[in-house]
């Protein structure tokens, strides 16, 4: 095999999905991590297992032929990234900063070498993340790396819908490279991110409109979740499938996506029956128990998820823009100002704000509104009734 991808992260995405795809595109996968136990596992089987879970059963895979360097090991990344013909980060966006020198390092011998061009699939849940890896990157680049950073190296923008939850430690003790997954197989990237020849990728499709799959992604996919996630808390549902079986919570997400979807077409010129068809299939999917992804992973961190571009604030905000209605949204975003699992640390400090400055100027302040924005009043009466009533649902 004479091509090979190095990917920084071997884990969810990178294992569940990245590592996949490129593994069946004819790549040897060279994992970096910082996980010893998964480096030398990865190392000594020279392939990983991957399971795909629905409600009908499993199909097994093994993912080979993939090895894997410690991130410690500077001079081993290095050379891998020098060596490399593709590559892709999958780390999670706060630890963007943490692989930066790795990749500089060996952008620098790519320089030396006068090697072929580069791309940096960047797979991250950050809105602007392969420029923002490329402002890291140009950070900390020295005269002889530069040139070579601003010409020869893309960094590609993706949006990764695939459901991977997090591997058990029942699941590490069986098997530490066994990772579980759902079917779903598409990775849209952004085609003005590539530097040279795009790569023939399994399941890659290469976008123009790329704005149309961030939005569907965050405010269909993401919402949903959210939606979801907050409504099932107040029922006391551990897991996103049984909330999916609540037929009136159900009910409530698919209206809340559906004002979504509009918004986006109305606003972005998406086609609203390729957009609904994405909302039927979402609902499949989260009916998904062998996933078994809980209420509090899909929801922790309210306050983020409030933040006025993201997946709650932003769709209800982009629907009303167009004169559209938005009345599920502002309920799902009231329902977030009631998440409050003591584990949850964001969930905590929102509540303090609530009780501190009160539930408007708390909403105002996290999502980012105006007073007299409708969507605060919007908000705050669907608030209102559910503190009378915490299994209220818009009528």
């Known amino acids: 095999m004479s091509k090979t991808a190095v990917i920084f992260g071997a884990g969810n995405i990178g294992r569940g999905f990245i590592g996949q795809l490129f593994s069946e595109s004819g790549y040897e996968v060279v994992f970096v991590d910082v996980d010893?136990?998964?480096?030398?596992?990865?190392?000594?089987?020279?392939?990983?297992?991957?399971?795909?879970?629905?409600?009908?059963?499993?199909?097994?895979?093994?993912?080979?032929?993939?090895?894997?360097?410690h991130g410690n090991d500077a001079d081993a990344v290095a050379a891998a990234v020098a060596e490399a013909d593709l590559a892709a980060t999958a780390v999670g966006a706060n630890a963007l900063k943490y692989i930066v020198?790795?990749?500089?390092?060996?952008?620098?011998?790519?320089?030396?070498?006068?090697?072929?061009?580069?791309?940096?699939?960047?797979?991250?849940?950050?809105?602007?993340?392969a420029a923002y890896l490329r402002g890291l990157c140009a950070e900390k680049s020295k005269a002889e790396g530069k040139a070579y950073l601003e010409k020869q190296t893309g960094f590609v923008d993706t949006v990764i819908g695939r459901m991977v939850p997090a591997p058990t430690p029942e699941m590490r003790q069986q098997d530490p490279c066994l990772i579980r997954t759902e079917a779903y197989k598409e990775l849209p990237v952004q085609r003005s991110g590539f530097v040279g020849e795009i790569p023939d990728i399994v399941a890659m499709s290469v976008e123009d409109n790329f704005?149309?799959?961030?939005?569907?992604?965050?405010?269909?996919?993401?919402?949903?979740?959210?939606?979801?996630?907050?409504?099932?808390?107040?029922?006391?549902?551990?897991?996103?499938?049984?909330?999916?079986?609540?037929?009136?919570?159900?009910?409530?997400?698919?209206?809340?996506?559906?004002?979504?979807?509009?918004?986006?077409?109305?606003?972005?010129?998406?086609?609203?029956l390729w957009l609904q068809r994405h909302v039927e299939e979402?609902?499949?999917?989260?009916?998904?128990?062998?996933?078994?992804?809980?209420?509090?992973?899909?929801?922790?961190?309210?306050?983020?998820?409030l933040a006025l571009e993201d997946r709650l604030t932003g769709a209800a905000k982009m629907a009303l823009?167009?004169?559209?209605?938005?009345?599920?949204?502002?309920?799902?975003?009231?329902?977030?100002?009631?998440?409050d699992p003591a584990e949850d640390e964001s969930a905590q400090k929102l509540q303090r704000c609530i009780r501190e400055m009160?539930?408007?100027?708390?909403?105002?302040?996290?999502?980012?509104?105006?007073q007299d924005d409708p969507l605060v009043d919007m908000v705050i009466k669907a608030y209102r009734q559910l503190e009378l009533d915490r299994l209220a649902l818009p009528h």
């Not at 269909?220 to 919570?249: P, S, T």
């Open 101 to 129: 020198d790795n990749i500089v390092a060996g952008l620098c011998q790519r320089a030396k070498m006068q090697a072929a061009p580069i791309n940096f699939i960047v797979c991250e849940n950050l809105h602007g993340a």
């Open 36 to 69: 010893k136990e998964l480096v030398a596992a990865l190392n000594e089987r020279g392939q990983y297992h991957l399971q795909i879970i629905s409600n009908f059963g499993y199909e097994d895979l093994q993912i080979g032929p993939v090895r894997a360097i």
């Open 321 to 339: 823009g167009q004169g559209l209605p938005a009345k599920n949204l502002a309920w799902g975003m009231a329902m977030a100002l009631h998440f």
């Open 282 to 305: 979402l609902i499949i999917r989260f009916d998904n128990r062998l996933l078994g992804d809980p209420v509090f992973r899909l929801g922790r961190d309210p306050i983020r998820k």
């Open 211 to 272: 704005e149309v799959f961030t939005a569907r992604k965050l405010y269909i996919h993401n919402c949903g979740h959210a939606l979801m996630a907050y409504a099932g808390y107040l029922r006391g549902y551990e897991y996103g499938y049984e909330v999916m079986a609540d037929a009136k919570i159900r009910n409530f997400m698919l209206a809340g996506l559906q004002e979504s979807a509009a918004g986006i077409s109305a606003a972005l010129g998406a086609d609203e």
């Open 358 to 370: 009160g539930v408007e100027k708390a909403l105002m302040q996290v999502a980012g509104l105006q």
